[in-house]
């Protein structure tokens, strides 16, 4: 199994417990995974700007 998004391969082994991966689902897969990683990489982005904006409000 590649090197997928950690919620997804949990999804994976859940469901496909023998890591029998039908090759037609990799597109797919490789899709899903590049979705959740953006989604982290917004998650990070909208705490850290969080962050900042609640400094400068305590600074004022």
Excluded: C, K, V
């Excluded at 039908?22 to 982005?45: C, H, K, S, V, W």
């Amino acid at each position: 199994m590649t090197d997928f998004h950690s919620l997804l391969r949990r999804q994976l082994n859940r469901h496909f417990p023998d890591h029998d991966l039908p090759a037609e689902l990799t597109p797919m897969l490789e899709g899903i995974d590049q979705a959740y990683r953006q989604f982290d990489n917004d998650r990070a982005m909208l705490e850290r700007s969080l962050d900042l904006s609640s400094h400068e409000l305590l600074q004022a």
